[in-house]
């Protein structure tokens, strides 16, 4: 089967590595550059990954969207808070159809996406992590980097064709790639950890090591584990029991971490506070379920991050 051709809107720390991934293996994938795109056209793109440092000095590299060609999978790895460039940017790299990833946090992160390109042109999916973009068209890979993706939608679903063909390039490509076919089963697992772990690290500005080595801070994160695992059953989305050990125990395996959060928030960029949190509110207030303990941190970052900027 032909390989299909990959477009990045938001190529830093996650949509460099997956996107460099994919055309180190042989794929035709286009870059849209922000800050990075001289560099990028000079110097090409630097990944060291714990899959082998490479650099690839020939890069489909794009300043804008108009230069971008029609792509098969368009990949979103912008940062959510900056969803409103969604409109200019998706058009062109899918103008003759495909579909387009959205690998961001949070919940309902598609729905930017589905606004632009229509809900059934849409998969939604998550990476379990751990990348920077430490300098320009520099990548620097520190941990995990499964991603498990779906068919954007409310219900479980049987795995699409499209989506498994997906999964499959990404796998030869050396990327941990898996198709689900219940992304919001999915979405909420990845829940159970960024709400706490994201949250905390910035309301009690600690790493994720600090966190879990001490006896406070690591009660309240099970307990906002557990009461976002409450909120995902009350959504109808049924996450076994024993997720919520996992995610501590998972957090205590990993190595000492700056949440994608925490270090927006030590860069005074905008923090992903709606996406992560704001959403998962709303979408349990909406089925009568309160999360109280996630309402305060929501609060908390919310102003930390107006403060901030
Ligand atoms: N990094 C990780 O390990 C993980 C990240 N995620 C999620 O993935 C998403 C992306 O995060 P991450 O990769 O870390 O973020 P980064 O900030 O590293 O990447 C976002 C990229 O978007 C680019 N961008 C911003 N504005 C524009 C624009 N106008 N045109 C084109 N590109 C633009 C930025 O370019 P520039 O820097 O030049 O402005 C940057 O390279 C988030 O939702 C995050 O929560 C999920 C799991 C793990
Ligand atoms: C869980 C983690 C660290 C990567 O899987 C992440 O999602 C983040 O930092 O936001």
New binding site residues.
């Given amino acids: 089967m032909e390989k299909q051709r990959y477009a990045v809107?938001?190529?830093?720390?996650?949509?460099?590595?997956y996107g460099g991934l994919l055309a180190r293996a042989g794929f035709e994938v286009h870059f849209?550059?922000?800050?990075?795109?001289d560099h990028v056209v000079a110097n090409g793109l630097r990944v060291d990954t714990r899959l082998g440092d490479f650099h690839l000095q020939d890069v489909h590299a794009h300043a804008s969207v108009e230069t971008m060609p029609p792509c098969d999978v368009t990949i979103v790895?912008?940062?959510?808070t900056?969803n409103g460039?969604l409109k200019d940017?998706l058009p062109s790299p899918t103008r003759e159809g495909g579909v387009v990833l959205v690998?961001?946090?949070?919940l309902h992160?598609e729905a930017d996406t589905a606004a632009v390109v229509g809900p059934e042109r849409v998969l939604g999916g998550?990476?379990?992590?751990?990348?920077?973009?430490v300098g320009?068209g520099h990548?620097k890979?520190v941990d995990?980097g499964r991603v498990v993706f779906g068919e954007y939608g409310d219900h479980a679903i049987d795995v699409t064709p499209r989506v498994q063909r997906i999964a499959d390039e990404m796998v030869s490509a050396g990327i941990d790639a898996h198709a689900t076919g219940n992304l919001p089963m999915t979405r909420w697992k990845?829940l159970m950890w960024?709400i706490p772990f994201?949250g905390l690290s910035v309301a009690l500005n600690a790493s994720t090591k600090e966190i879990v080595d001490d006896p406070d801070a690591l009660e309240l994160a099970e307990t906002i584990v557990r009461e976002v695992h409450a909120a995902a059953a009350a959504c109808g989305v049924n996450v076994a029991e024993k997720a919520i050990a996992a995610t501590i125990d998972v957090t205590k395996e990993m190595v000492p971490y700056d949440s994608?959060?925490r270090?927006?928030f030590l860069a005074k960029?905008p923090m992903?506070v709606e996406?992560?949190l704001g959403n998962p509110i709303r979408a349990a207030k909406a089925v009568g379920f309160t999360m109280p303990h996630v309402e305060t941190l929501y609060r908390e970052l919310k102003f930390l991050d107006r403060r901030s900027r």
Wanted: aromatic share 4%; proline share 2%; charged share 20%.
């Fill in positions: 809107v938001g190529a830093g720390a996650l949509g460099g590595l849209l550059l922000n800050r990075d795109y790895g912008l940062k959510t900056k460039l940017l690998l961001q946090n949070g992160s998550c990476c379990f992590l751990c990348s920077n973009k320009p990548i890979h995990q990845k960024n994201n994608s959060m270090l927006d960029r992903e996406a992560i």
